[in-house]
């Protein structure tokens, strides 16, 4: 393997900054098709990756099909008087309560042992301060959990029993958060002799990761997961880790990915794409500028399962995953549109 140091990174990622309608680097072709152009204002645009009203209004974005009702429920917040943190905590909650989204709160898939263990974190952009819980339980939203420990605590992260007694203390009521379905799926994989540890499928990657400007410059990043299906109790993914899940900066933009935690932790995903666009890549060529670094220190990683979004100060927007198996379809609000769209792919 070639040597790899910070040095390559940003002369990487600087070389495909450079680039507009080119796109990054190693992209295949419909990464390049669909990349830079959009938020350079040169060659064909991508869906959704355009800035038309960004300036003054907020946009939010966030990953896989359950984003979008998220979007137009933080949009709702907003509209209606709530600050950008409120809009993405009560976005995020959306898909929390929905059973139907069996990796995120409410429904989520459980660990090996049949219990929903659920990680989340949330960032304010202007204070450089987050919240996060892992291995949260018997709490269907972590993410306000989260927020709470932001708010109202001079720590970063709550953990296991004690975020649950924090989340107690606070007012949340304690419920079971296995449903029939999830049961009856822990039930069956427990069941199989030769089920498969510490599994991860493409269907069951429901993580949200919303990450939203104000349209004035102001950023927040949230991100809740029930994490990986059927987990050793205990494991904690990248969602709630600051850096990993989810990072945000008003001076920059904010970040958040979704997939196979246990490999993007290791990269430290969001904060790696907000540096980059602080080195002055758009939000599009950073993600996939990322994507690239974690194929050039480990090429195995091109099968990886990992799905990045980013969003800089003036409401330019980037997503992109690594390869075709583990497709991310995102959601974008902006300016009072709500759309789906296919993210780039790096392979
Ligand atoms: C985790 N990153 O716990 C989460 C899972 C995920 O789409 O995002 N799935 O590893």
């Known amino acids: 393997m070639e040597p790899y140091d910070r040095r390559d990174f940003m002369k990487a990622v600087m070389g495909t900054a450079a680039l507009t309608v080119g796109g990054a680097q190693g992209a295949s072709a419909d990464a390049r098709a669909a990349q830079p152009a959009a938020v350079s204002g040169a060659g064909p645009r991508a869906e959704g990756a355009g800035t038309e009203g960004a300036a003054a209004s907020p946009v939010f974005l966030s990953t896989w099909v ?7 429920r933080a949009a709702e917040v907003f509209k209606s008087g709530g600050s950008l943190l409120d809009a993405v905590e009560k976005g995020i909650n959306v898909p929390e309560n929905d059973p139907k989204v069996t990796s995120v709160g409410y429904g989520g898939i459980p660990n090996a042992e049949g219990v929903v263990e659920l990680d989340a974190a949330i960032m304010d952009g202007a204070r ?115 850096g990993c899940g989810v990072y945000a900066d008003d001076n920059v933009g904010a970040a958040s990915a979704t997939g196979d935690g246990d490999l993007m932790t290791n ?6 794409i907000v540096h980059l666009m602080a080195r002055g890549a758009k939000p599009q060529e950073a993600c996939l500028a990322l994507l690239e670094h974690m194929v050039k220190t480990d090429a195995r990683n091109q099968s990886g399962q990992v799905a990045v979004i980013a969003i800089n100060t003036a409401g330019e927007i980037g997503a992109a995953c690594m390869n075709e198996a583990f497709h991310l379809k995102y959601a974008l609000w902006r300016a009072g549109e709500s759309r789906l769209l296919e993210s780039v792919k790096l392979i």
């Open 267 to 272: 990269y430290c995903t969001s904060i790696s």
């Open 128 to 242: 450089h301060r987050a919240g996060a819980v892992c291995s949260l339980h018997m709490i269907k939203n972590p993410i306000s959990v989260a927020r709470l420990v932001m708010e109202k605590t001079r720590h970063t992260t709550l953990a296991g029993e004690g975020a649950f007694r924090f989340a107690v203390g606070m007012g949340f009521e304690p419920q079971t958060l296995l449903t029939p379905q999830s049961l009856e799926k822990w039930l069956a994989w427990k069941a199989n002799p030769r089920h498969e540890t510490f599994w991860l499928s493409k269907e069951n990657h429901d993580t949200i990761g919303m990450v939203a400007t104000d349209g004035k410059g102001h950023m927040v990043a949230g991100c809740s997961t029930s994490g990986l299906a059927f987990k050793l109790p205990g494991r904690v993914g990248d969602s709630p880790l600051v």
């Open 66 to 72: 359950h984003g979008k009702p998220a979007n137009e």
